[in-house]
């Protein structure tokens, strides 16, 4: 699953999608988890990095993984 | 220490809106309720659970009472019981001084139990019993006549018991505010009232005391209460002058807004309610106003319901999911739906989320768990971002929802009363399956062999 090669991204949470002209903005972590992305982390790997670093049990992270995903989708913003 | 974790989420920006997430400032958590931690609540009684407040009901009944008694010298409080019959409610209003106003034998039963003296008991309603009616006559209360078939069966009932029994009528008209309920009681305008008393009076059975209206429910106008009034003044004077009956009471019934949302109203209900007091001022003015003599006002009666308890009433409740639509929209699934929470059919219910919440929001719609379309409690809402088992808190329920709740595909909650001392009481136990199949019998050929 990755994020668009052209997708910008800051870490305050702005994106934008300059071929679409649509511009978004997500919450801290769903910033990190974007930055994860792009620097071409695998899932694995970032669910790690949250699960080490965040207040959250494995299985809640993984429905909202899920979830992310299909907003990521939702958006266009991943590369299918 | 672990970083405190949120749900990733994106959202879509507006072009031309500059602000990140919309001004959501007035969000804020709701933790307690009375100073009784939400979550000590839901910890003991369970969730979904309905929390009444005793303080906010008598604040509010108070008021109410303060904006009549300082503008007309005769005012009396009647408990609408089909608005929340509870028992300890019901007795929160009577300590206050309230009598009762029921629309049902059950009802009647119920208020007898609360111990209201039957002299203060307002039998309203389109169907009443033989039987109960029979035991309203014995007991002096008020009985008030909804139409000419009530009107027949009461005469024969007080021929059989021989007692005069005193009577009001329903009066329905026209007060400009449409449609007219002009199914409950005699018509005003088309001289059907008039006849009714005529009948009443002529006959003798019965002493005709009052006079009665209610004209609809969440009323923002005023105006039509000024109307309502001076047509029963009319009528009450006329039966003072042309038939020498004068009238004791008039009973403008219930009606005032609470101040919750109606859907697809564009401000919040706070914003564009009148308050009692200017429907008080309307009321009594025009009373005053209309020339009977200062030993000959009438007693002015108000069966006030929602107005008084909605919000003194909060349901509480749990998420059970967050999801995704086809069409790309959030939901998020609660453990309470329409079943408990039927006003969700007239109101924007304002929910809060019960623990601390980030500044970023979503928009989403809120489902109950019923398996039925029809369970939206919020068509849309902004909310932070909620977890499955977070709390919310939804506002201003007081009114009808302990009544008119449905049992559907599981059993009733628990109702707590926050004492004004902070004290809490469970004033209805959480229904069990037992509890649901006390009144079923299996015949025993259905019955399943152990
Ligand atoms: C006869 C009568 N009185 C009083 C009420 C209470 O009305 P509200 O809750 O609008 O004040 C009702 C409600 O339907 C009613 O039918």
């Not at chain 1, 049990?57 to 266009?76: S, Y």
């Not at chain 2, 008030?144 to 009530?150: G, T």
């Not at chain 2, 409950?184 to 006959?203: C, D, P, R, S, T």
């Not at chain 2, 106003?289 to 929602?306: A, K, S, V």
Request: contains cysteine; proline residues 4%; hydrophobic residues 40%.
């Amino acid at each position: 699953m990755k994020i668009k090669k052209n997708i910008a991204t800051s870490e305050n949470g702005f994106i934008f999608n300059p071929s679409t002209g649509d511009s978004f903005s997500s919450n801290p972590i769903g910033a990190e988890i974007l930055l994860f992305m792009k620097s071409g982390k695998t899932s694995l790997e970032i669910k790690e990095i949250i699960l080490e670093n965040y207040e959250v049990e494995p299985a809640q992270l993984e429905r909202d993984w899920e979830d992310w995903l299909l907003q990521l989708k939702d958006a266009n913003l991943l590369d299918l | 220490m672990k970083l405190r974790y949120e749900r990733p989420y994106l959202k879509k920006m507006n072009v031309g809106v500059m602000n990140k997430f919309g001004s959501r400032s007035d969000f804020q958590p709701v933790k307690f309720i009375d100073g009784v931690s939400v979550k000590s609540l839901t910890d003991k009684y369970g969730s979904p659970v309905f929390v009444l407040s005793e303080r906010q009901i008598r604040k509010n009944y108070q008021s109410a009472v303060r904006s009549f008694n300082t503008r007309y010298p005769k005012v009396q409080f009647a408990w609408s019981y089909k608005t929340n019959y509870i028992n300890a409610v019901c007795n929160v209003f009577h300590q206050e001084g309230s009598w009762a106003e029921v629309v049902s034998g059950f009802e009647y039963h119920k208020a007898i139990g609360n111990g209201v003296a039957g002299n203060h008991i307002i039998f309203n309603g389109p169907e009443k019993k033989e039987a109960d009616l029979k035991l309203a006559i014995e007991n002096d209360s008020l009985i008030h006549i909804d139409h000419f078939e009530e009107l027949y069966k009461l005469i024969d009932i007080c021929e059989a018991l021989n007692k005069k029994p005193r009577v009001a009528i329903r009066v329905n008209m026209d007060t400009g505010i449409y449609p007219l309920w002009d199914r409950f009681g005699f018509n005003y305008e088309n001289g059907q009232a008039w006849n009714a008393i005529l009948k009443i009076v002529g006959l003798g059975k019965m002493q005709l005391v009052g006079l009665h209206c209610h004209i609809g429910t969440f009323m923002l106008s005023t105006s039509a209460y000024a109307i309502a009034t001076s047509k029963l003044c009319d009528l009450a004077m006329k039966c003072k002058n042309q038939l020498q009956n004068p009238i004791e009471y008039l009973d403008l019934g219930g009606g005032f807004p609470s101040t919750n949302t109606l859907k697809g109203s564009y401000l919040p209900g706070v914003d564009t309610v009148p308050p009692i007091d200017d429907f008080a001022e309307a009321i009594t003015t025009t009373i005053l106003g209309y020339g009977f003599q200062q030993n000959e006002l009438p007693m002015l009666i108000l069966e006030t319901g929602r107005a008084l308890i909605d919000d003194a009433g909060y349901l509480l409740g749990s998420v059970i999911a967050n999801k995704q639509l086809s069409d790309g929209r959030r939901a998020t699934i609660l453990n309470f739906g329409v079943n408990l929470l039927f006003t969700s059919f007239w109101y924007d219910h304002h929910i809060s989320p019960a623990q601390d919440f980030t500044h970023y929001t979503e928009e989403t719609i809120l489902y109950g768990p019923m398996c039925m379309n029809i369970d939206v409690i919020r068509e849309s809402i902004n909310l932070p971002l909620l977890s499955p088992g977070d709390l919310v808190v939804v506002h201003k329920v007081g009114a009808y929802n302990m009544t008119q709740w449905m049992q559907f595909i599981s059993t009733r909650p628990a109702v707590v009363l926050i004492d004004e001392t902070g004290q809490t009481h469970e004033i209805r136990q959480a229904e069990t399956l037992k509890y649901m199949e006390i009144p079923e019998s299996v015949p025993v050929h259905l019955q399943h062999k152990k």
